[in-house]
């Protein structure tokens, strides 16, 4: 079953998340970079030092991976859902008077400072001074 957040539990747990969120969106960069540098390796014809590179590239990459699954696994475990890797888009379920809604926050955030509709998303977010 899963959890749902007050506005200070959310906040609590932004301290932890933060730091999962800048790992798993510098992972993603790492893999597009691994990506190319790959892509340029297969492009050229080698000799067996450009297949132990092509090998170590790929290792690398399912290095990354792994990390990726692991944090998102984290983020799944906290009863967090992520949205967007890039912004570090989070959005944690809440309840209203019985009515599901997210808590809504990003990287860069200070705390969570939006909601929206559970149906809803981020351009449909408004400021918790509006939470009724």
Partial sequence: MARFYDIDAANARISELRPVLEMLRADRDA???VNAELRHLRETNGSSQ???????????????????????AQIEAWSVTLREIGTGLVDFPA???????????RLGEERIGFWHEHDRG???????AELT
């Fill in 95 to 105: 309840l209203v008077a019985g009515r599901p809604i997210w808590l809504c926050w």
């Fill in 50 to 72: 450009h297949a132990e590179d092509v090998a170590a590239k790929e290792r690398r990459l399912r290095e990354l991976v792994r990390s990726m699954e692991h944090a998102v």
């Fill in 31 to 33: 893999v597009a970079e």
């Fill in 122 to 128: 981020f351009s449909d977010r408004k400021p918790l």
